[in-house]
């Protein structure tokens, strides 16, 4: 899981407890980007279980759910779906995210449900299968609660079906209805988003928008997710079939223009962000189960072109070399993210298995040795606020109430942008200031990551000390932490009391370095 599925967690455990969907009591700011599946974790919290538990199951359940969709789709048509389904299921990228913690399956499956069940509702000329229609729409209006990008998938998909009426492959009275059932579902949470949080999008637009200036990182990081996943063999097969007119075996030219409407737009959408810097590349993941029906289409297409002239035996062998190597290739990226690494924005999966398990146990930590009523101040502001339950700044702005006090960063990575500004710290000093967590397996190596412009290093840490904090349970780990002045050694006692309590090392309070 990564750490800002804990941001969701924090949210739904709030609503079930009474308080609203807000990340700190009393202050009304949407900081998640994943409505429906906030409210599926609310759902879980009530019920008596725990988000961090049950969140990855429910996930990987809808992400087989989704595979087998793409399975059964291709096969009904008279494709190879087990072929389709193994090119989705070896996905370094598709298995990272199937038990991400966050909305990315539930996505994926929606946005793949909706294209699928519309190429099966006008499979038939002449006739519509109006159930299927509907499937399309409702599965449309669903990904729009669970991503605030789900509009753009669910437009998009909408001017085919306009189109499909133009041309006559609809009936205007289908088309209406498939729009009428998505806005239906869409346009009430426009309504009571507005009504409850004053805004029409996420505070996600505020602190990392879309816009033309990202497009250079956005364009980079498709390219590295491309090169890293291996798409471009799934892109052989396309391209391959086009060359040779060969018909793609399960799907129709109606098919593709579907599938289109929905990767290319959102591709373009992606590049305008910027990327992400989520292991596994993220935000590619939804695109995986239509990409792979695709390319196992075409590539039962070619094989079928070269069987015709006589070539069964390297129509046999493409199958065969392209998925062989796209499965191999990401198998052995999937090894590769067992290893603690970072290159550049991006790290791998062991690296944040590693971090956010190093953040929950500051959470619990934190939760033992400070008052209901301290205030916590970070950049991480998923899994050390959800464990803690304390009041928190996120110093980068994303569920921050009032962004005025916030100052833009040189930065273009997604989601780190703005950061709290030095003044707020000094004139409004919260009495635990983590900044940015970094765990360290031996406490010389502590020192507080706090990014302070010239001038302001005394201002603000005049009303701190920095000290080491060990962790609780094993293995041994420290964390750097400024304490306000007034509390600090309150924090520091309680932190030693709770080691004894568990038979730990007592060394909660080492030296650090601002």
């Given at each position: 899981m990564?750490?800002?599925?804990?941001?969701?967690y924090?949210y739904?455990?709030?609503?079930?407890r009474g308080?609203g969907?807000?990340?700190?009591?009393?202050e009304?700011?949407e900081?998640?980007?994943?409505f429906?599946?906030?409210?599926m974790m609310?759902?879980?919290?009530?019920?008596?279980?725990?988000?961090?538990d049950f969140g990855?199951a429910?996930?990987?359940a809808?992400a087989?759910?989704?595979?087998a969709?793409?399975?059964w789709?291709?096969q009904?048509r008279?494709g190879?779906?087990v072929l389709?389904?193994?090119?989705?299921?070896v996905?370094?990228?598709w298995?990272t995210?199937?038990?991400?913690g966050?909305e990315?399956?539930l996505?994926?499956?929606?946005?793949?449900l909706g294209?699928i069940a519309?190429?099966?509702?006008?499979e038939?000329?002449?006739?519509?299968?109006?159930r299927m229609?509907l499937?399309?729409?409702l599965?449309?209006?669903?990904?729009?609660?669970?991503?605030?990008?789900?509009?753009?998938?669910a437009?998009?998909?909408?001017l085919?079906?306009?189109?499909l009426?133009m041309?006559?492959r609809?009936s205007w009275r289908?088309?209406f209805?498939?729009?009428?059932?998505a806005a239906?579902?869409?346009?009430?949470?426009i309504?009571?988003?507005?009504?409850y949080?004053?805004?029409?999008v996420p505070?996600?637009?505020?602190?990392?928008?879309?816009?033309?200036?990202r497009?250079?990182?956005?364009?980079?990081y498709?390219?590295?997710?491309?090169?890293?996943?291996?798409?471009?063999?799934l892109?052989?097969?396309?391209?391959l079939?086009?060359?040779l007119?060969?018909?793609a075996?399960?799907?129709?030219g109606?098919?593709?223009?579907?599938?289109?409407?929905?990767?290319?737009?959102?591709t373009l959408y992606?590049?305008?962000?910027?990327?992400?810097f989520?292991?596994?590349?993220?935000?590619?993941?939804?695109?995986?189960?239509?990409?792979?029906?695709?390319?196992?289409a075409a590539l039962e297409g070619?094989a079928?072109?070269?069987?015709?002239?006589?070539?069964?035996?390297?129509g046999v062998a493409?199958?065969?070399?392209v998925?062989?190597?796209?499965g191999a290739?990401?198998?052995?990226?999937?090894w590769r993210?067992?290893?603690?690494?970072?290159e550049?924005?991006?790290v791998?999966v062991?690296?944040?298995?590693?971090?956010v398990?190093?953040?929950?146990?500051i959470?619990?930590?934190?939760?033992?040795?400070?008052?209901p009523?301290?205030?916590l101040?970070t950049?991480?502001?998923?899994a050390?606020?959800?464990?803690?339950?304390?009041y928190?700044i996120?110093?980068l702005?994303l569920?921050?109430a009032?962004?005025s006090?916030?100052?833009?960063?040189p930065?273009?990575?997604?989601?780190?942008m703005?950061?709290l500004?030095?003044?707020?710290?000094a004139?409004?000093?919260?009495q635990?200031?983590?900044?940015h967590?970094l765990?360290?397996?031996?406490?010389?190596?502590?020192?507080?990551s706090?990014?302070l412009?010239?001038?302001?290093h005394?201002?603000?840490?005049?009303?701190?000390?920095?000290?080491?904090?060990?962790?609780?349970?094993?293995?041994l780990?420290?964390v750097?932490?400024a304490?306000r002045?007034?509390a600090?050694q309150r924090?520091?006692?309680?932190?030693?009391?709770?080691?004894?309590e568990l038979?730990?090392p007592?060394g909660?309070?080492?030296p650090?370095?601002r």
């Amino acid at each position: 899981m990564y750490d800002d599925a804990f941001i969701t967690y924090r949210y739904a455990e709030n609503l079930a407890r009474g308080l609203g969907l807000v990340y700190n009591a009393g202050e009304r700011v949407e900081g998640y980007s994943n409505f429906l599946w906030t409210l599926m974790m609310a759902v879980v919290v009530k019920l008596g279980g725990r988000p961090e538990d049950f969140g990855p199951a429910i996930s990987a359940a809808i992400a087989l759910a989704t595979l087998a969709l793409v399975v059964w789709a291709q096969q009904r048509r008279g494709g190879n779906g087990v072929l389709a389904g193994a090119l989705l299921a070896v996905s370094a990228c598709w298995a990272t995210w199937a038990t991400g913690g966050l909305e990315t399956a539930l996505f994926g499956g929606l946005v793949t449900l909706g294209a699928i069940a519309l190429m099966i509702a006008i499979e038939t000329p002449g006739r519509t299968n109006g159930r299927m229609l509907l499937v399309s729409a409702l599965a449309c209006g669903l990904a729009c609660l669970t991503r605030p990008d789900g509009p753009l998938v669910a437009a998009c998909l909408g001017l085919v079906v306009a189109g499909l009426a133009m041309t006559k492959r609809l009936s205007w009275r289908a088309a209406f209805a498939w729009l009428a059932l998505a806005a239906l579902i869409v346009v009430p949470h426009i309504v009571w988003r507005w009504s409850y949080y004053g805004r029409l999008v996420p505070n996600t637009y505020a602190v990392k928008p879309p816009g033309m200036t990202r497009f250079v990182f956005g364009w980079a990081y498709l390219r590295d997710a491309a090169r890293d996943l291996h798409l471009y063999w799934l892109a052989i097969p396309l391209a391959l079939a086009a060359v040779l007119r060969a018909p793609a075996r399960g799907l129709r030219g109606i098919d593709f223009t579907i599938v289109a409407a929905v990767v290319v737009p959102f591709t373009l959408y992606l590049a305008s962000t910027g990327g992400d810097f989520m292991p596994v590349f993220r935000f590619v993941a939804p695109l995986l189960p239509l990409l792979t029906l695709a390319a196992a289409a075409a590539l039962e297409g070619v094989a079928a072109r070269l069987t015709a002239r006589g070539m069964a035996t390297a129509g046999v062998a493409f199958i065969a070399i392209v998925g062989l190597a796209y499965g191999a290739l990401n198998l052995r990226e999937s090894w590769r993210q067992q290893r603690i690494w970072n290159e550049g924005e991006l790290v791998s999966v062991a690296w944040a298995r590693r971090e956010v398990d190093d953040w929950l146990r500051i959470g619990d930590l934190l939760h033992k040795v400070a008052l209901p009523t301290d205030t916590l101040a970070t950049t991480a502001a998923g899994a050390a606020p959800y464990r803690s339950r304390l009041y928190t700044i996120d110093m980068l702005g994303l569920n921050a109430a009032d962004l005025s006090h916030y100052r833009r960063l040189p930065s273009n990575r997604p989601g780190h942008m703005i950061l709290l500004e030095e003044r707020e710290l000094a004139e409004h000093p919260p009495q635990i200031l983590l900044a940015h967590p970094l765990v360290h397996d031996n406490p010389s190596h502590l020192g507080l990551s706090l990014d302070l412009r010239p001038g302001w290093h005394d201002p603000v840490y005049s009303h701190y000390e920095v000290v080491g904090l060990t962790l609780l349970g094993k293995p041994l780990r420290y964390v750097a932490c400024a304490l306000r002045l007034d509390a600090s050694q309150r924090i520091v006692e309680a932190g030693k009391r709770a080691q004894a309590e568990l038979g730990s090392p007592q060394g909660v309070a080492v030296p650090a370095a601002r």
